[in-house]
């Protein structure tokens, strides 16, 4: 049976989907699946669900479960990867986003993989990790992929990544977005084994606007320090440009105007708290000049050297 969806709503760990012949389809929350999606359903006893895609399927049914091993010394913990289905892992899984995240949304369409121990003596979630669309623009991807690429199929392929083929084809990566684990279980290998897990789900099961990914990316800060995705096949393609131009230009225009800001005729408070902040980043910012000697030309362009400082660390004045 192959049905259009005409409807797609959240209701607590479920996704209800509207189908086209007027039946619901009830699939996990994190299944990759939107409106306008065909769905390929087979089977009545074991049912399975996929999406159909340009370049192949995505599986949305059942969901994502598969079996791993935590090892301590001689103590070994079962435990599974998976896709939210209950109500205790969602609560779980809230509870981490919230101590870590502060409840703040991701960008773009997402799903969780939850690492769930075997025992009941352990916390219901160990650790999680979270896939969504990847941004637009990327410096370091664009530079690898600036190159002849086909995928076989005739549907993914490019002769240069310009900006017509970002449009086209942003969707055939997926992006890392948040791995966290649970305080009390670091150093036990869990983000790697989280990375490994999100590689092979992408690899099945993710699918945006009809095409499955060829490409899995992640951008964080952290890397540098706890290099943990290399346990699981990913390479160091490039550091992405980051934000610290703009900081730059924001602070040497507080600092530059200082007096009008100390006479409250720019950045007053009723500006917001984004504004404050940057105005007490550049009080904080003339105190280390002062104390140091500095002008604002050095400290601007020792800000920038830290793009390419990994670990980040302070390098002596020269």
């Not at 370091?140 to 084809?169: N, Y």
């Not at 952290?222 to 924001?250: S, W």
């Not at 904080?284 to 030309?297: F, P, Q, S, W």
Request: with cysteine.
């Amino acid at each position: 049976m192959i049905a259009k969806v005409i409807g797609n709503e959240l209701n607590g760990v479920c996704r209800v989907l509207r189908l086209e012949d007027g039946s619901t389809l009830c699939l996990q929350r994190g299944a990759c699946v939107s409106v306008g999606d065909e769905i390929e359903i087979r089977g009545k006893r074991k049912r399975r669900a996929f999406v159909l895609c340009k370049n192949g399927r995505a599986k949305v049914y059942p969901p994502y479960c598969r079996e791993a091993m935590i090892t301590l010394g001689d103590i070994r913990l079962p435990v599974f990867a998976k896709e939210i289905t209950t109500d205790e892992e969602f609560e779980a899984y809230c509870n981490l986003a919230d101590f870590h995240y502060r409840s703040k949304k991701l960008f773009g369409k997402s799903t969780t993989l939850v690492m769930v121990p075997e025992s009941k003596l352990l916390p219901p979630v160990l650790g999680y990790i979270e896939l969504t669309t990847s941004f637009f623009m990327n410096k370091a991807r664009q530079r690898i992929f600036d190159a002849h690429f086909s995928d076989g199929k005739g549907v993914v392929h490019w002769e240069s990544w310009d900006v017509q083929t970002g449009r086209m084809f942003t969707n055939v990566m997926v992006r890392i977005a948040r791995t966290v684990v649970h305080p009390e279980f670091r150093g036990l290998g869990i983000g790697g084994m989280l990375v490994t897990h999100a590689c092979a789900y992408a690899k099945e099961r993710w699918q945006v606007s009809g095409l499955k990914p060829y490409f899995l990316e992640i951008t964080a800060d952290m890397l540098k320090f706890v290099p943990f995705v290399q346990k699981a096949g990913l390479r160091y393609i490039g550091t992405t440009q980051g934000n610290l131009h703009r900081v730059r230009k924001d602070m040497e225009y507080i600092v530059k105007n200082i007096d009008r800001v100390n006479q409250k005729k720019i950045l007053r408070k009723e500006s917001g708290g984004i504004i404050q902040l940057q105005v007490k980043y550049a009080r904080n910012i003339l105190k280390i000049l002062e104390a140091n000697g500095m002008d604002m030309g050095y400290f601007g362009k020792h800000l920038i050297s830290l793009e390419e400082s990994i670990p980040l660390q302070p390098t002596s004045r020269t």
